[in-house]
């Protein structure tokens, strides 16, 4: 069965790419499978110096999830070009460049750097981390700043952009509408929704930034919402993810309109996860009676009786 | 590294809520150093997405197996003991860096254990004992009810027992043991709770020794710093619990 997806910058085999921050720089899931399976990877976020990130301790687990507060822990843009992406260029794999910043300069400085490098296919634009100080999700829940940034990085990158977008808004499509207006190719959602979660015998929160960005199956309605009510709205491509464990929810994200999709938190529980998803895909697509991944697309929405009112 | 079900022989409980597991399987075969651990996957489905490092306790290569000790201290735990012998459980193994047993110049170890790190440790000390280097050993636990494998240390070496209550061994921490025998030793290798650690290092810092540092993991193989300890020497100023530990030489981190 044909899985091919083709999204601006990205000839993927597959639909399936791990998510940025949970897979490092691939080398270590490298050690365990062969990373040209995958139909893309995005890298940890990079910023334009190095960063040491949050005191520890930075996960907890919750009911079908995780919280993390990591705040971007990454050895800066010049040593990821340096150090990280010749290892990658080994592999017949599109790679995806997060790129976070605390200011417009910082995302642009980034973006030119990055992108440069022919590793690199397309740009996921974080504007959406929530474990960090400044930066990050003020330019993911602003549209007036989403909007700047996106147009800022746009004029600069080499490669398309892809906006990764806050699921910690009143109105997502808001977002998606200001981000489609800087000219973002793509978009990519949802990131983490914020959460804490107490330490009972301590009576206090158990992660040491207090607050951190809920992940895992807890939020995959959220996200299915999410990308649903934005395909409604725009013909972007999207890189939907939130909770994705299975083959199944994979196609629920293809019926709501992603064009590819990504695993984050399953990779910690099962680090063969994507490979076997992959395996499994035709299978269920079968299954529910599609010939291939892009016959699956936005099916969700055929049925539909009208459009969502806005949550 | 590997990747396997392991099949659990045996279950039991060998002190308050602390619980020893047996495996059997052919992660028994690869180079385990004491101070590695195994990645866990807890239960079935969705409920848990993250798995639980323990630290191993035994090896037996001849009969395959792979000993574990851990103490209930939350749902995981919990969780993880309600499995039977019979039943697999997957798990990731083994993972991080131990104690280099193979490569130490010594004649006389101290090792000093709190707690749920004092399993790694009776590996160790086991390890040690098979090259021929002396082992004192000072656990510390909270009360007569958490004491295990007194008797199997003492097998191995001078065993020294403390309890916050003074309800087993001595009243007080290892670190009164410490100051009162005044042992001679060459090196140190101690692993328990953080706070236990920097004291512990702080009171032998005039000594060479390793630390084992307990951390809540994400990946538990290196890719997602959840579980990093800052490193001022090294050349990214960190490292990774997971991957480039649990076992680090004293004065190489800094603990919170």
Same mark, same amino acid.
């Given at each position: 069965?044909?899985?091919?997806?083709?999204?601006?910058?990205?000839?993927?085999?597959?639909?399936?790419?791990?998510?940025?921050?949970?897979?490092?720089?691939?080398?270590?899931?490298?050690?365990?499978? /062969?990373?040209?399976?995958?139909?893309?990877?995005?890298?940890?976020?990079?910023?334009?110096?190095?960063?040491?990130?949050?005191?520890?301790?930075?996960?907890?687990?919750?009911?079908?999830?995780?919280?993390?507060?990591?705040?971007?822990?990454?050895?800066? @843009? /010049?040593?990821?070009?340096?150090?990280?992406?010749?290892?990658?260029?080994?592999?017949?794999?599109?790679?995806?460049?997060?790129?976070?910043?605390?200011?417009?300069?910082?995302?642009?400085? @980034?973006?030119?750097?990055?992108?440069? /490098?022919?590793?690199?296919?397309?740009?996921?634009?974080?504007?959406?981390?929530?474990?960090?100080?400044?930066?990050?999700?003020?330019?993911?829940?602003?549209?007036?700043?989403?909007?700047?940034?996106?147009?800022?990085?746009?004029?600069?990158?080499?490669?398309?952009?892809?906006?990764?977008?806050?699921?910690?808004?009143? /109105?997502?499509?808001?977002? !998606?509408?200001?981000?489609?207006?800087?000219?973002?190719?793509?978009?990519?959602?949802?990131?983490?929704?914020?959460?804490?979660?107490?330490?009972?015998?301590?009576?206090?929160?158990?992660?040491?930034?207090?607050?951190?960005?809920?992940?895992?199956?807890?939020?995959?309605? @959220?996200?299915?919402?999410?990308?649903?009510?934005?395909?409604?709205?725009?013909?972007?491509?999207?890189?939907?993810?939130?909770?994705?464990?299975?083959?199944?929810? @994979?196609?629920?994200?293809?019926?709501?309109?992603?064009?590819?999709?990504?695993?984050?938190? +399953?990779?910690?529980?099962?680090?063969?996860?994507?490979?076997?998803?992959?395996?499994?895909?035709?299978?269920?697509?079968?299954?529910?009676?599609?010939?291939?991944?892009?016959? +699956?697309?936005?099916?969700?929405?055929?049925?539909?009786?009208?459009?969502?009112?806005? !949550? | 590294?590997?990747?396997?079900?392991? &099949?659990?022989?045996?279950?039991?409980?060998?002190?308050?809520?602390?619980?020893?597991?047996?495996?059997?399987?052919?992660?028994?075969?690869?180079?385990?150093?004491?101070?590695?651990?195994?990645?866990?996957?807890?239960?079935?489905?969705?409920?848990?997405?993250?798995?639980?490092?323990?630290?191993?306790?035994?090896?037996?290569?001849?009969?395959?197996?792979?000993?574990?000790?851990?103490?209930?201290?939350?749902?995981?735990?919990?969780?993880?003991?309600?499995?039977?012998?019979?039943?697999?459980?997957?798990?990731?193994?083994?993972?991080?860096?131990?104690?280099?047993?193979?490569?130490?110049?010594?004649?006389?170890?101290?090792?000093?254990?709190?707690?749920?790190?004092?399993?790694?440790?009776?590996?160790?000390?086991?390890?040690?004992?098979?090259?021929?280097?002396?082992?004192?050993?000072?656990?510390?636990?909270?009360?007569?009810?958490?004491?295990?494998?007194?008797?199997?240390?003492?097998?191995?070496?001078?065993?020294?027992?403390?309890?916050?209550?003074?309800?087993?061994?001595?009243?007080?921490?290892?670190?009164?043991?410490?100051?009162?025998?005044?042992?001679?030793?060459?090196?140190?290798?101690?692993?328990?709770?953080?706070?236990?650690?920097?004291?512990?290092?702080?009171?032998?810092?005039?000594?060479?020794?390793?630390?084992?540092? &307990?951390?809540?993991?994400?990946?538990?193989?290196?890719?997602?710093?959840?579980?990093?300890?800052?490193?001022?020497?090294?050349?990214?100023?960190?490292?990774?619990?997971?991957?480039?530990?649990?076992?680090?030489?004293?004065?190489?981190?800094?603990?919170?």
């Amino acid at each position: 069965m044909n899985l091919a997806v083709n999204l601006p910058g990205l000839e993927m085999k597959n639909p399936i790419l791990p998510a940025s921050g949970c897979f490092g720089f691939g080398k270590e899931y490298a050690e365990l499978y /062969d990373l040209n399976l995958l139909g893309a990877i995005t890298i940890k976020a990079a910023t334009g110096t190095a960063r040491y990130g949050n005191p520890t301790p930075r996960v907890a687990e919750t009911t079908s999830g995780m919280l993390n507060a990591i705040g971007l822990q990454n050895p800066g @843009v /010049d040593q990821i070009i340096e150090k990280e992406l010749p290892f990658l260029a080994g592999y017949d794999t599109p790679i995806i460049a997060n790129v976070a910043g605390s200011t417009v300069e910082e995302y642009v400085e @980034v973006a030119r750097k990055i992108s440069r /490098d022919p590793v690199i296919k397309a740009i996921e634009l974080n504007i959406s981390c929530p474990n960090v100080k400044e930066g990050g999700v003020q330019f993911g829940t602003d549209p007036e700043l989403a909007k700047m940034v996106t147009a800022a990085v746009k004029e600069v990158s080499g490669v398309p952009v892809y906006v990764k977008l806050s699921p910690n808004v009143t /109105d997502i499509t808001v977002i !998606a509408r200001a981000v489609e207006e800087g000219g973002a190719d793509g978009l990519s959602l949802i990131n983490t929704l914020t959460g804490m979660q107490l330490n009972l015998a301590g009576r206090k929160p158990l992660l040491a930034n207090k607050i951190g960005g809920l992940s895992g199956p807890a939020i995959k309605p @959220v996200a299915i919402r999410m990308v649903y009510q934005i395909r409604q709205m725009t013909n972007l491509p999207i890189i939907g993810m939130g909770g994705v464990t299975t083959a199944e929810d @994979v196609l629920e994200f293809l019926l709501a309109g992603a064009s590819a999709v990504a695993i984050g938190t +399953a990779n910690f529980q099962h680090p063969f996860v994507c490979p076997e998803i992959i395996q499994n895909l035709p299978d269920v697509l079968q299954k529910y009676g599609f010939t291939s991944v892009e016959d +699956a697309i936005g099916k969700g929405h055929e049925y539909a009786d009208a459009n969502l009112s806005r !949550a | 590294m590997i990747h396997e079900h392991l &099949e659990i022989i045996s279950r039991e409980t060998i002190a308050k809520d602390t619980v020893q597991m047996t495996f059997r399987g052919k992660m028994a075969q690869e180079y385990i150093l004491p101070g590695q651990f195994l990645h866990l996957l807890v239960g079935e489905g969705s409920n848990h997405m993250l798995r639980r490092p323990i630290s191993i306790a035994g090896v037996d290569k001849q009969e395959s197996t792979i000993t574990i000790i851990f103490k209930l201290l939350g749902e995981g735990t919990n969780t993880l003991a309600k499995a039977e012998p019979g039943d697999q459980l997957d798990a990731l193994g083994p993972c991080g860096q131990g104690y280099p047993v193979d490569e130490l110049q010594i004649e006389h170890a101290l090792l000093v254990g709190g707690g749920i790190g004092v399993p790694p440790l009776y590996y160790l000390a086991q390890r040690l004992r098979e090259t021929g280097i002396q082992v004192t050993m000072v656990a510390g636990f909270q009360n007569k009810e958490q004491v295990f494998y007194e008797a199997e240390f003492r097998k191995l070496g001078n065993f020294y027992l403390a309890t916050d209550d003074g309800s087993a061994g001595e009243q007080g921490f290892v670190t009164d043991i410490i100051k009162k025998e005044a042992f001679t030793f060459d090196q140190f290798f101690t692993c328990g709770p953080t706070g236990m650690l920097k004291a512990v290092s702080t009171q032998l810092e005039e000594e060479e020794g390793y630390i084992s540092i &307990e951390q809540r993991m994400g990946c538990g193989i290196g890719a997602c710093f959840a579980c990093v300890v800052p490193a001022p020497d090294s050349e990214s100023g960190y490292k990774k619990i997971c991957k480039d530990g649990p076992v680090f030489r004293a004065k190489e981190v800094v603990l919170a």
